[in-house]
């Protein structure tokens, strides 16, 4: 057997493998006979016809192509063992030739290949980023709402300062009409769901990609069911003008109202100008109380909290210390997928068409799963836009490729650091995970629920994410990867010990309070001694019941001798 490998596009190989006649021939009679098993022909048992009557029979043609089926499955095992190809997926028999010699050529797609090239080498500008003022007073009032006390859950008519729960409904009231109306009777339950259609109908155009949608009339704009809001005039929870469309409203009434986006809004800087349409529920009026933002406020939030006991001042420095934190962390995450998209730009990636079509196949899976939980299934979707599979399949072409070569990379960044994670280090998470549940029962019960082979697993590879990301962000700011880690893990050790600590403090104060419950009830509860002495003060004051009938006896007699006497006056 004569084996050439050579690779050839879409990331295959391709075996050309020229045997012996002979082999082909034998191949050739045993398939013959397999046919006569198969086959009936006068004046022959069954399998007892030789070669040349099963030929007449059946074609030589058919004969042949049973041999090749039979022998290229050994032909194609024996040809990758020699090639010493590493295949993604089965192979296929392209083509087979009799002539100048017997030779089969065989397809194969090839494992995924990644060259990083230079990665270590990139570099981006990182920009700390800062809080503002009015960012930590936006938290602290955000406090301040949680800590509301409810005076009045019974309020039958909407003022500003009152806490509100509402079905809302909004979509633009502006804008260029829908090209078409469908007949079918679906609706989208929810936001998500509108999102999911919306991002499925992307046309797959690059420059339609890098534009901002832009909301046709009746688009959805904001949907939710109970929806909590605090009507504060100085911070309207949606839109300028939304808490006096809804003062005066009345417990259970449908309110209507448009409002347009003002400029200014960061998050709404690509719809200024539109008008949007809300059609709201009121379902709960509540009549609340918000604490004064004082050093008493200060004090309760730290206590429930768990930390050391501050006053405002220092609660707005611990505010702000955490808002930075967050900040800083979100930058850095943010930093990392950069210098991950240089690093990807650099790479050159290569993997076989299979692989690309399984991570269509993926997608449109998980699009079918996220139309199911609103009650659609992909079926519909496509019978409603007037979408094939075909075309879905080619819309999210693009988006797979991008998704195969940043896992690709990662996977190869991960073995170029040489990152593993042990058991220790999945143990470690796991513990602080439990350590939100405080110790105790519930947190062994949670253990159980964590502690699998699947939920191992997927902590081990959030470690390795983790890792490698910690490790690009170093990379890109031409610091010592390695160092980083270890200044990332003793970054986590010190939150584990603040939270130790804190969760120590919060069951120390729970026993107190215990504590300080028990005592009051027990002082409430009079002694054993107390009750023995109201018992015999009570004995003493109470007559013994043959003393009473006595005096009642004597106090009989008495009284019939005067009836007696007064009737012996009477007759005299």
Known sequence: ????????????????????????DDAKRKAAKKIARSVRIKGFRKGKAPYRIISQYVGEAAILEEAIEVLGNDIYK????????????????DDFKVEPAPT???????????ELNDYADVRLDFEHPEVSDEEVENALKAMQRQQAEVIDEDVEEVAAGHRVTLDLNSEFADGEEPESEESDDVELESEEAEDTVEESSEDGDEAAEDAPYVP??????????????????????????????????????????????????????????????????????EEIK??????????????????????????????????????FENAKAQFGESVLGKVIEGAEVAFPELMLEEQ?????????????????????????????????????RDQAVDTLSRTLVLRELITAQEIEIGDEQIEKRIDEMMMQFGGGAQSDQFRQIFDTPQMRQNMMND???????????????????????????????????????????????????????????????????EV???????????????????????SADESEEEDSKKESDDKA
């Open 78 to 93: 024996d040809a990758l063992e020699e090639s010493g190809v590493e295949p993604y997926g089965p192979g296929i028999l």
């Open 532 to 554: 023995s002495e109201a018992v015999a003060e009570v004995e003493t004051t109470e007559e013994p019941a043959e003393e009473v009938e006595a005096e009642e006896e004597t």
């Open 290 to 327: 918000t604490p004064e933002l004082d050093d008493e406020f200060a004090r309760k939030i730290s206590e429930v909290d768990g930390e050391d006991v501050v006053d405002l001042d220092g609660l707005r420095a611990r505010t702000r210390d955490e808002l930075e934190k967050e900040a």
């Open 216 to 285: 046709k009339k009746g688009d959805q704009f904001i949907h939710r069911h109970d929806a909590t809001l605090v009507l504060e005039p100085s911070d309207e929870p949606i839109l300028p003008g939304f808490i006096e469309g809804l003062v005066g409203a009345n417990l259970d009434e449908d309110v209507e109202f448009e409002l347009t986006v003002p400029d200014g809004e960061e998050d709404y800087k690509d719809i200024v100008g539109r008008k949007v349409k809300f059609q709201i529920t009121v379902k709960k009026i």
């Open 1 to 24: 057997m004569n084996v050439q490998t050579e690779r050839i596009d879409n990331h295959k190989a391709q075996f050309t493998v020229e045997i012996e006649p002979k082999q082909l």
């Open 360 to 396: 269509i196949e993926d997608m449109l899976r998980d699009l079918d799963n996220n139309l199911q939980q609103q009650g659609l299934n992909l079926d519909t979707y496509m019978r409603i836009t007037g979408t094939s599979k075909e075309t879905l399949q080619e819309q999210y």
């Open 463 to 529: 470690l390795l994410i983790d890792n490698i990301m910690t490790r690009l962000v170093a990379i890109g700011q031409g610091k010592d990867p390695i160092e980083a880690v270890a200044e990332r893990e003793a970054e986590r050790e010190a939150d584990n010990q603040k939270a130790r600590e804190r969760i120590e403090r919060m069951m120390e104060q729970q026993e107190a309070e215990d504590d300080e419950a028990e005592t009051q009830a027990d002082a409430e509860e009079p002694d054993d001694s």
């Open 104 to 114: 089969f050529i065989f397809s194969v797609p090839l494992q995924p290949e990644v």
